[in-house]
């Protein structure tokens, strides 16, 4: 039985049109269902018990699926794209997100034509397992701190790769820990006593015949993590060289090269790029957040369909907890956002293939704006989405703290999101920085192009004022557009300003950092929202699917107007009037989405295994579920539970001379 059917009658548009605009195209959408599928009904992907397994038992049952997973792909012939999304719907951590997401794009995108041609087909066939092995112990951020020393011996024709302190130690990088047999790994280059910074190298650490650690190597897993089951699945590891030894043309040498009689060479390609995986891999995690929001979103809106509180009139049903205004307010801007990551996701992998596409025809004029729109970007949203999937586990209320929610787990695995790959605010200063130099090059008569073009029309932003007179107004594209694009030049302005009163500039940045993180945000918003604007420009096929997409869109922005009010009231640009009819028109179109809530979120097309959760489940059968579920954990095993003859027996039967307290 359907529980959720007649919330499903109520929506006003066609939920498979709007799958499709969901999954990017109609090819996508086929591959993703029939993949996701696949992996539900195939008992080896079971995850049902994860969160109640030891961590050996847990990473060997990772070990098991990872190398199923691979034989699945080989029997049934899956191309690239089917096998990805494979990965992606058996939903569990492992050691191949990092050979597949790291290892093998530093590869290609750091490695000469050479190297690659030497290196890529063994990662592809697995031959060997690769991780990117960065972080240490004692810096993760601050890369250019990082102490691994890799030393030229023309003697030799090696570097001599070398921990030289405890803190030097390489410390997280996935797969490392217990399965990787090979690492890019990232040292400080010494040619003949002279340092030439941070440098990518291809190290094995572990024999291909026994496993065991290649001599000079020492290597393991670095514990717990936080949360059940979650990334416990991965094995992040710490590693310490003695003085290993590698061929000279494992270094990577797309950026800079080393040459046989010991010269270093810069090409022509800016030494940045030797970050050029960092910044793949942030665009990936962007298009990624929508998943995880749209998921926890997902689990929280059915439910609050199904589950029912007070307000019961003549002894007919109770209110639908998602008929509060209340929880609207909390619910539905996650929903929009799920929306909203979507689409910037979109755009960021297209500014990624575009910038890829220009540096290899040596144009690297967008370099740094894809730096800036990738680092901004992945923190934006993965703050949003780690904070959002918490506030949907508060929305299911009690039932959303029980692990068979899924939201726990989903939780703890998101969280390191804000910190893996850069951590959030390391990252959002990246962005001031640019936008500081933006402001500072604006009198030059450099025109700024992309996502800082608004830049160019400062002079009319710093002075317009918004013109919105009745809540509708707040529905114009042109006049939210303003709102941003004055919000976030003021703080720039602003922060520019403040600046400029500093006799160094970096003193200045540091004691400024919390202002100018917060006009990195309004930046990032501001992409957000006209990324969001620009694709309901598109023509979007389906009855009612462009309308839903309106509402979701005008709910994005109007709730971080709400939210951010204060800056936007501070810059001067709206008066409190016009700020309350902002919040009139966000209240009517809560209206306008609820009947479609449980429509909205069945168009991202999860199935029940993917989203692992009792109370998301699609027929909303919540409470039998629940009941059950809680009968089949280990602790009700028996009735009587193990250590109640030792422990409880004892305090019951104790003969207490104080047995009248
Ligand atoms: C089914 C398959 C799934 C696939 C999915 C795979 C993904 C797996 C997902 C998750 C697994 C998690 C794995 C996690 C891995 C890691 O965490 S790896 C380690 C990541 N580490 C970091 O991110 C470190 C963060 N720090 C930095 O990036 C930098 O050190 C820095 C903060 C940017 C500072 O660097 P530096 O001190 O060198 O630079 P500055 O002096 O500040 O700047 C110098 C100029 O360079 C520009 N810049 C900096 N970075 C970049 C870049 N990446 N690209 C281009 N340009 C860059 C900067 O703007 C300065 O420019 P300017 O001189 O013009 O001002
Ligand atoms: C689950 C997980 C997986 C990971 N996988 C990998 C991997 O595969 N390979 C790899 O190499 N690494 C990996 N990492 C490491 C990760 O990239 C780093 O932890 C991350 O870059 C943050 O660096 P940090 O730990 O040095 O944080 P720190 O920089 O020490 O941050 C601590 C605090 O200091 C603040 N801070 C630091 N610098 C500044 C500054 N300049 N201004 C203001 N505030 C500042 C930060 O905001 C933060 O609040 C992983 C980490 C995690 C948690």
């Known amino acids: 039985m359907d529980y959720l059917a007649d919330e499903r009658k109520k929506a006003e548009f066609d939920v498979d049109e709007m799958k499709i605009v969901w999954a990017g195209s109609r090819h996508a959408f086929e591959v993703s269902d029939r993949i996701s599928k696949l992996v539900a009904n195939d008992p080896g992907f079971r995850k049902d018990t994860r969160t109640m397994l030891a961590r050996k038992e847990l990473f060997k049952n990772t070990l098991r699926k990872a190398a199923y997973a691979w034989k699945r792909i080989h029997d049934l012939h899956l191309s690239e794209e089917e096998a990805s999304r494979l990965r992606f719907y058996v939903d569990e951590p492992a050691y191949t997100d990092l050979h597949w997401g790291m290892f093998v794009p530093a590869i290609k995108g750091q490695g000469t034509d050479e190297q690659q041609k030497k290196w890529l087909p063994l990662a592809y066939k697995m031959q060997i397992i690769g991780c990117y092995a960065q972080t240490e112990l004692g810096h993760g951020s601050n890369v250019q701190g990082l102490e691994t020393t890799a030393t030229f011996d023309p003697q030799t024709d090696e570097f001599v790769i070398h921990s030289p302190t405890l803190t030097s130690s390489k410390w997280w990088p996935g797969g490392l820990g217990k399965v990787s047999t090979h690492g890019v790994v990232y040292a400080r280059l010494i040619i003949n006593g002279e340092e030439h910074g941070i440098h990518g190298f291809i190290v094995q650490l572990r024999s291909l015949e026994d496993h065991l650690p290649l001599p000079g190597v020492t290597v393991g897993d670095i514990g717990m993590k936080f949360g059940n089951g979650a990334y416990n699945t991965m094995d992040n590891g ?362 909205l979120v069945d168009s991202f097309n999860y199935t029940d295994h993917f989203l692992g959760s009792i109370l998301g489940c699609y027929d909303g059968n919540v409470y039998p579920k629940l009941y059950d579920a809680a009968w089949k954990d280990p602790l009700n095993d028996s009735v009587v539970p193990e250590g109640y003859h030792e422990y409880v027996r004892p305090l019951l039967k104790q003969q207490l001379h104080t047995a009248k307290l």
């Open 238 to 599: 710490v590693l310490r060289f003695d003085h290993v030894r590698i061929p000279r043309n494992q270094m990577l040498m797309r950026v800079s090269q080393v040459t046989r009689d010991g010269k270093y060479k810069q090409s022509d390609v800016p030494r940045q790029l030797v970050y050029g995986t960092m910044v793949y891999v942030r665009q990936t995690i962007v298009a990624d957040a929508s998943c995880a929001l749209s998921r926890a979103v997902t689990i929280a809106t059915r439910y609050s369909a199904v589950r029912r509180q007070f307000g019961s009139q003549n002894g007919g049903p109770e209110t639908q907890v998602i008929d509060y205004k209340t929880q609207q307010n909390r619910l539905f801007p996650l929903l929009a956002s799920a929306y909203a990551f979507k689409f910037v996701g979109e755009w960021l992998t297209w500014l990624y293939n575009d910038v890829t596409q220009r540096l290899q025809a040596s144009d690297f004029s967008t370099l740094p704006e894809a730096h800036a729109c990738t680092a901004g970007l992945k923190s934006l949203t993965t703050t949003a989405t780690a904070d959002g999937i918490e506030e949907c586990r508060k929305l299911c209320g009690g039932h959303g703290y029980l692990c068979s929610s899924g939201l726990p787990e989903l939780f703890a695995v998101y969280v390191p999101a804000c910190t893996y790959e850069g951590d959030n605010t390391v990252l959002l200063l990246q962005v001031a920085r640019f936008l500081m130099k933006t402001v500072s090059q604006l009198g030059s008569g450099k025109k700024p192009l992309g996502t800082i073009s608004y830049m160019g029309k400062i002079e009319h932003l710093m002075q317009s004022r918004c013109t919105v007179q009745k809540a509708e107004d707040w529905l114009k594209p042109s006049q939210v557009l303003e709102a941003f694009e004055a919000r976030a030049v003021k703080m720039a302005v602003s922060c520019a300003k403040n600046l400029s009163k500093f006799t160094n500039p970096e003193e200045g940045f540091a004691e400024l950092s919390a202002d100018l993180v917060e006009a990195a945000v309004a930046h990032c918003q501001l992409i957000v929202v006209s990324k969001f604007i620009d694709k309901l420009q598109q023509d979007i096929p389906g009855k009612g699917v462009k309308q839903q997409l309106e509402a979701l869109c005008g709910i994005y922005y109007l709730y971080l107007l709400h939210k951010h009010q204060g800056d936007f009231l501070a810059t001067s640009y709206l008066t409190p009037k016009q700020a309350a009819l902002a919040n009139d028109q966000l209240r009517a179109l809560y209206t306008k989405v609820r009947p479609n809530a449980v429509a």
